[in-house]
């Protein structure tokens, strides 16, 4: 595929953005700490975008989910893990609303790591 100044324009647009989340796991549902180790009902973002993967790391394997969920600015961006009698559900809240970014059978009593890409589509200079 060549690359002409309008393919090269968009690129050029495009921004990401991360955000990770960690917390130790026992047998209840609980929120990830988010930047600064806050248990709060989300980050926000500073402009729109969408939310593109989870990424899950439990200390022995990793894994990830891929989807285009539509966010906008302001949106409180949050992890939340479920505890589903043996095994933890680990889902992205938006504004405390479940995703369709989650992962299931995530083992308890161990400490989990997640992170949250972001393709920002409108991005904020700095």
Same mark, same amino acid.
């Given at each position: 595929?060549?690359?002409n100044a309008t393919t090269n324009y968009l690129l050029a647009k495009k921004s990401e953005s991360l955000l990770a989340f960690a917390r130790q796991l026992t047998n209840v549902t609980v929120m990830l700490y988010g930047p600064g180790q806050l248990d709060v009902s989300g980050m926000?973002?500073?402009c729109a975008g969408r939310l593109k993967r989870?990424?899950?790391?439990?200390?022995?394997t990793v894994g %990830?989910?891929? %989807?285009d969920v539509d966010i906008d600015t302001g949106d409180q961006i949050a992890v939340q893990a479920q505890f589903n009698n043996t095994a933890f559900t680990i889902t992205v809240l938006k504004n405390s609303i479940a995703t369709s970014l989650s992962l299931p059978e995530i083992g308890g009593y161990r400490p989990?790591?997640?992170?949250?890409?972001?393709?920002?589509t409108d991005p904020v200079l700095i």
């Amino acid at each position: 595929m060549a690359i002409n100044a309008t393919t090269n324009y968009l690129l050029a647009k495009k921004s990401e953005s991360l955000l990770a989340f960690a917390r130790q796991l026992t047998n209840v549902t609980v929120m990830l700490y988010g930047p600064g180790q806050l248990d709060v009902s989300g980050m926000p973002v500073a402009c729109a975008g969408r939310l593109k993967r989870l990424v899950v790391f439990d200390g022995t394997t990793v894994g %990830s989910v891929d %989807s285009d969920v539509d966010i906008d600015t302001g949106d409180q961006i949050a992890v939340q893990a479920q505890f589903n009698n043996t095994a933890f559900t680990i889902t992205v809240l938006k504004n405390s609303i479940a995703t369709s970014l989650s992962l299931p059978e995530i083992g308890g009593y161990r400490p989990i790591w997640a992170t949250v890409l972001i393709e920002l589509t409108d991005p904020v200079l700095i």
